[in-house]
């Protein structure tokens, strides 16, 4: 069973680079993320993630 919720979301982190959002772990609370130019996914503690990156509308 996941906890995996999709998503489709931009969003840009503190640099001013954005992220494709890809995904939320509700079990442990943690945005999935990819980044342009890198293959791997990456995550964030939810709490970090909305302190430093804003949606891209």
């Known amino acids: 069973m996941t906890?995996?919720?999709s998503l489709d979301r931009r969003y840009r982190d503190q640099r001013g680079v954005i992220v494709?959002?890809?995904g939320y772990d509700r079990a442990n609370k943690q945005v999935i993320f990819m980044r342009s130019g890198y293959e791997h996914e990456c995550s964030q503690p939810l709490w970090k993630f909305q302190?430093?990156?804003t949606e891209v509308k």
């Open 3 to 5: 906890h995996v919720q």
């Open 20 to 22: 494709h959002v890809i």
């Open 51 to 53: 302190k430093y990156y």
